[in-house]
């Protein structure tokens, strides 16, 4: 069992800068892949990034390659999405979701956090 606690949302310009933060408590940290999601009001929960146990492999979205970075400190428990250039488009509940393996599809992830807000405003 592992449990997700997201923190750093919140409302920034269009342009400006957040970091996400998610915090691990349970199972070893380093066994899972952790990814992050952002779910728009009327859409889908869709994927942003992922990063694995070792932090050696990342993959994002195309729509914010370049502008968010993912990392994770394991002896912190702790992941982070770092975001930059801000867009309105960006606005979303941003989720942070626990899996065994790398992937980009929700469904395989076991364990999700409450999720946090991003509002960016133009």
């Known amino acids: 069992q592992v449990q997700l606690v997201e923190s750093g949302g919140g409302l920034v310009q269009a342009g400006g800068s957040l970091r996400l933060a998610c915090e691990a408590s349970g199972r070893p940290f380093s066994d899972y892949a952790l990814g992050w999601f952002g779910q728009a009001p009327g859409k889908e929960r869709e994927f942003v990034a992922v990063i694995g146990g070792s932090g050696g492999t990342t993959y994002y979205a195309d729509s914010v390659k370049g502008r968010f970075t993912i990392s994770r400190d394991n002896a912190k428990n702790t992941v982070y999405l770092q975001m930059n250039s801000l867009r309105p488009e960006d606005t979303a509940v941003y989720y942070c979701?626990?899996?065994?393996?790398?992937?980009?599809?929700?469904?395989?992830?076991?364990?999700w956090g409450q999720g946090t807000q991003v509002t960016v405003t133009s």
């Open positions: 979701a626990a899996a065994l393996k790398v992937s980009i599809i929700s469904r395989k992830y076991d364990y």
